[in-house]
């Protein structure tokens, strides 16, 4: 079984880099005589339906040649466990059955989909039960209530594509698709914006892997071909396939940091747009306070020029950024004109509160590439916008010739609905904004994003509606997660982006190299996996030159050092510790 080791790394500060491209690894596709008649039976085509799945098993990097028996049970001898992948494999005799789980906890590998082994081997009902215990799941449904759905990738997509945490895929064919119950799903059936499907109330995998005995088991409700992903989600698709098809086979390496500081499960910031009744920051202020909580108050500098007091109590412990100088859209402006309103923004904060204002949110969330030209220029660092592509933040590139580096902005998606839509466009009770905010953090968590919960001052931020934020503040602050301002979240991430790693392969030697450009204060946890058998370097590279430790040690058995770092030197040695395998 593959290693996956983590790295207390001190002052270390790591971005994952993407698996080099692979050889398709292999695979015995399962074709089987019970389910070729039952598929008949209800007029489908079995030998379409295997061309189709062998087109899939190539989705997730495999190459696959047909058998008809199910494989014997792993020798302990036996150098590459096999990868059985079993499709619309809905019929077993008992004795087949009882050989599948032989295979699987013997070490074998299986790639299922949809409904595993509801009926026996005459095609007979016999319900979930089979599906369920194999899979670890508490309860199974159809997704047979609309023609197409959508499915959001969960926190527990393989570790080198945490930028795909939040990814809404789809459209997929849902007749014929199954939801299950389990603890931590891959990925869920959703609507768009990320929202469990009503099929069943509550999370319903689309996906899921989980270990039985010394095997492994990747399962899919759906079929990939019954995707039907835009060009803009394609190599989203491909990577997540990819990934997952590495680690059933167990033929992945990849490495990187925990997503947040202090192995927090996700994050969160209050953000309050303070415009209309601008004196309202200080309810929010003390509501925050009185949970030791810091938020980011991103104001219109022409209203807070009129309580400057009010600005310097906030920026004392807070985050004061801009909402522009007027609260007039941006989109559609000429660029010199953007920049006369961020620059005047910006240095009106500035000269109230003595601190540099570094996070933008545009009035609407309305923006264009112009308003990122103009940000970038004008010196901020971060923008809370509308429903982005992922849950993660994002860190976008901004050309500003003649310079030929660009600046970077982080962009904070906000994939949850903000007051303004609560009380003015659905008018939703009081009551019922907690139980949104709970259901979005349980949602947010299972995606391991990042939460914004956005305010006005003129809206929740008034004395009527600040009651129904309050609950969930009590709630948040019990969650294991980080509560933070926008600003330290794009401190975080940049961080995370500043010293990349790759992983290269030679001779069968995979060499892991850290790349540190930087110093940073806050320590990082680096997560390493590596394939089952092989040998492993890691290499520490800085200004000064490179050091090596534990080159050519076996990933399965050895205890592999890594060279410490605090503050650039190399002081002490650390062993890997095993966090988790699987």
Known sequence: MRSVRRIALGLIVIAVTPAAAREPMRAALYVSAA?????HSVGADYSRALQLWTADAATLGFAVERVRCMPRPIEASQDTPPVLILPHAYAFAPATWDSLIRFVESGGRVLAFGAL????????????????????ARVAHEMAAEQTGFLTLGATTPFASVALHGRVLGH???????????????????TWDRIEHPVAGRPLAAATRTMRGAGRILWFGFAPHEMNSSDTEGADTRAWFHGL??????????????????????????????????????????????????????????????HPALVRRLAARHEVGSHTDDHRVLDGVALDEQRAHLSRSR??????????????????????????????????????????????????????????????????P????????????????????????????????RIGGVLVVSLHTQLAG??????????????????????????????????????????TSRRG??????????RERRPRRLHAGFPERGGVALSFRQDAGERRSGAGVAARRARILFAGCRGGSHSRRSPLRQARRG
């Not at 979240?489 to 940049?494: G, I, L, M, T, Y």
């Not at 030697?509 to 930087?518: F, I, P, S």
């Open 117 to 136: 082994g509801v009926r026996d081997g005459a095609s007979a009902w016999l319900g979930w039960q089979r599906c369920n215990d194999l899979l670890g």
């Open 347 to 412: 240095d009106a904060l500035e000269a109230i509160s003595g601190v540099r204002a570094t996070t933008f949110r545009a009035p609407e969330e309305r923006t264009d590439a112009n308003t990122l030209v103009a940000l970038a220029e004008a010196g901020f660092e971060c923008v809370v916008a509308g429903n982005g592509r992922t849950a993660m933040p994002e860190i976008v590139a901004v050309p500003l010739p003649p310079r030929t580096t660009p600046a970077n902005i982080v962009r904070i």
């Open 35 to 39: 389910d070729s008649s039952f598929l």
């Open 172 to 190: 997929i064919r849902m007749p014929g698709a199954i939801g299950i119950e389990v603890e931590r799903p891959l990925a869920w059936w959703s």
């Open 245 to 306: 098809g590495a680690w059933l086979a167990g033929s992945e390496s990849h490495a990187g940091l925990d997503p947040w500081p202090g192995a927090a499960e996700a994050a969160a910031l209050i953000e309050e747009d303070s415009e209309d009744h601008f004196e309202n920051v200080e309810i929010l202020r003390a509501e925050l306070e009185r949970r030791g909580l810091r938020g980011t108050f991103l104001c219109v500098s022409n209203l807070a020029q009129r």
């Open 509 to 518: 030697l995979l060499t892991l190299t850290v790349e540190k450009r930087r």
């Open 462 to 503: 008034t004395p009527e509606h600040i009651g129904a934020v309050t609950p969930f503040l009590d709630d948040l602050v019990q969650q294991p997660i980080w509560i933070t301002t926008a600003g330290e979240v794009a401190h975080w991430w940049k961080q995370r982006d500043a010293c990349p790693i790759a992983i």
């Open 414 to 445: 906000r994939i949850v609905s903000d007051d303004y839509d609560w009380f003015v466009h659905s008018q939703i009770s009081a009551d019922s904004v907690a139980p949104r905010l709970r259901q979005a953090l349980a949602r947010t968590r």
